[in-house]
């Protein structure tokens, strides 16, 4: 069985960027699409406990895709719900880095 059949899902990458002034002419925050229809994988982790910017969090998915521009400040929407992600791993394989595994947490929006 190869790695692409097992890329079940769609996603959906974000990036946020600095957008308007809001009304105490601060910055919001904007999300701007980085790629979509991105075929990934999105497994239930069961809530383990990672290290994000020195802080402790509880992570909720895995999310498996080819190797891609993705960074520890993204977002990524599947079905409908969206993750942010908490931890970039590159996996090996034999030619170099074979896939991406995305530590993720739910965000209830």
Same mark, same amino acid.
């Given at each position: 069985m190869s790695f692409s $059949?097992?890329?079940?899902?769609s996603a959906l990458i974000? !990036?946020?960027s600095a957008g308007?002034? =809001? $009304?105490?002419n601060l910055d919001t925050e904007t999300w701007a699409t980085l790629a979509s229809l991105v075929p990934c994988r999105v497994d239930s982790d069961g809530?383990?406990?990672?290290? !994000?910017? /020195?802080?402790?969090? &509880? $992570?909720?998915?895995?999310i498996f895709? /080819? =190797? !891609?521009?993705?960074?520890e400040k =993204?977002?990524?929407?599947?079905? $409908?719900q969206v993750f942010d992600v908490l931890v970039k791993e590159s996996k090996l394989g034999a030619a170099?880095?074979?896939? &991406?595994?995305?530590?993720?947490?739910?965000v209830r929006v």
């Open positions: $059949s097992l890329l079940i899902h974000e !990036r946020v308007a002034k =809001d $009304s105490g809530g383990k406990e990672v290290y !994000r910017e /020195a802080q402790l969090v &509880l $992570s909720t998915h895995r895709m /080819a =190797d !891609r521009d993705v960074t =993204d977002r990524i929407t599947v079905n $409908s170099g880095v074979h896939h &991406l595994e995305l530590v993720a947490r739910e």
